[in-house]
């Protein structure tokens, strides 16, 4: 049985890994590490940008922060100097009020004041290298782009592939007419596109991390790894090799129940997108619940989310990760003990395909 | 029901509204047996439910009493060559033998052997090492029966075996049957070629529109064949030249070159000597890509079965 599998596997992996009709699948994995290179070579330009502004407009961090809302401009001046950038508008507005933006840096950070009528009304501090900042985006990007539509339709790709793309080549009865049961042949498909969707898809989140974390002194990052960062970057990668495993049951399934997976699919996709807005009940009968309640890091609805659609979110205590695994792999059990049942009456119709 | 016969006990199957065989009741002893019929009277239905691809819709069936639903030991027993000519992307002749043999669970030592043993058996060793997708229909169909020998199966079922190949391998491949069928085996044939199934078969069962019409010994079919002109299609690098010796031959009554300029289509009174023909010419070093009876008019012979003494 094991060799069985193993053959099985052998000429899957082939397909899954080196099929030229899955080149968007390696896109999709690892399109999001490609974008977090260019941010983190954006931010390392950004830095050495205002360490040549500093330079030329030394000013220190700590005083930087004594500014405060109703300070005059002139004291500003007088305690930071001159701003490397300034705008400045006269007679503005109803009232004819004076506006001024002042920039500075220490060098890491920007400092951007606003000035109305020759008084501090606004400090924004724009902080680019923030560790805490930046894992929060890539949880947000991570469970809702992520696991959501690249690791999901990479799965559709792979999986629903394995059974119906030989239906369409007309090349399944290479598998039927040899000597091994029905669920052999599904175990070893099932077993061959996990491992390849696990490593594309794994190497992908690793790839983004690494990109992410890559303008970050090595202090900072050694600081991180040591505190939440290992735990952290281990639970991602168990998320994604979850999500394989969960969405690929489900394609799998559906490659081998309907002529067209696209259909499917798409239910699955708009099922996994309502899930934050459905009863307790039924959040549990999807694959992202479980995902999200293993994240390390909790993506919150976006700021700018509509009241009225914040108010249709329902919340829902995220159980413990032993029961997360648990409700997956069952969730899984049941999809993959359809899909057997399903091969077990499998036949060959290639004319109808 | 015997455990050395093919049985098949008032078996029917539809695809939808679609008949594909109705209340087919047989028993195949050991030996050739050809299945013949036009195109959609049910051949490869009837060779698809006895090697499990598909199930009776009603009926039961038997390969030395096993049922097609049981993948693990009936595979072991049926080698079967399809007429679906698409192989897993990507191998080699070698590789697709091999890897299918995986599939059995053997060893990589055993597969290795028994590999090149059926590839060494069907003359494509030289070939074995390239891509399939380079290969010709002939060499493809090569492949397939490699596949369906390699593991030495009892029944050998062989959808269209002769389809594509060059008239030197056609007898090669006819004398590999025979062995077969002399080792006792069962060798299951599909052809609607009447001159192919003449010189093979042990027996024949005739399918009509998804029925068996008659079954039994073929007697005297050669004579009724020569009374009809056959067609063969016969891919070659210089067709006007085959043509033109073709056209030597006084059973030769047509010789009409292709639209595609590749191939050539001749009409014989005379198939034996037609192939004779056809084997001295491919001696004499006219390249022959591969042959194919394009002829698909055979009511005529399956009047003469029905109302001769296989008729029931």
Redesign the interface.
Known sequence: ?I??IT??M??EL??SF??RRGLWIYLLALGPAFLYLIHAIDVVHDHEHRQALLASHPVSGGVLQLIRQGMPLEHVVELLGEPYQKNEFHGRGRRGQDFATYRYTDGENDFTFFFVDGQVANVNEQDRCNLTKDSAIFATVFQFFYLRLAVFFGCVGIFTNLFRGEML???L??????????EILLAGKYLAGLSAAVAIFTVGTALQIAALSWHFEPGQVAAYLHGTGWHDIASYLGVTALACAGYGSIFLAAGLLFRNPILPATIVMLWEGINIFLPAVLKKISVIFYLQALCPVVAAPEADTPVLLKLLISSVEFPPAWLAITGLTAVMAVVLGVAAMRAR?L??????E | MTNDRVVFDNVSRFYGEVLGVNRVTLSIPPGITSLVGPNGSGKTTLMNLMSGLVRPTRGEIRVLGIPPDDPERLCRAVGYSTQFDSFPRGLTGYQSVAYFLRLFGFDQVKCDRLARAAIERLRMGESAHRKVAAYSKGMRQRIKLAMAIAHDPPVLVLDEPLNGLDPLVRSETIALFRQCAAAGRHVIVSSHVLHEVDQISDQVILLSNGYVVAEGQIQGVRGEIQDRPMQVLIRSSRPSMLASKMFEQDHVVEAQLTDDGGAVIIKTRDADRFYRALNVLALDGIDIEGVMPVDDNVNSVYEYLIGGEGSR
């Open positions: 049985m060799s069985q053959a099985v052998r000429l082939k397909k080196f099929s080549d007309k090349s009865h290479f598998y039927l007419l040899a000597p091994m049961r029905r009456r036949e060959i119709n290639y004319g109808t």
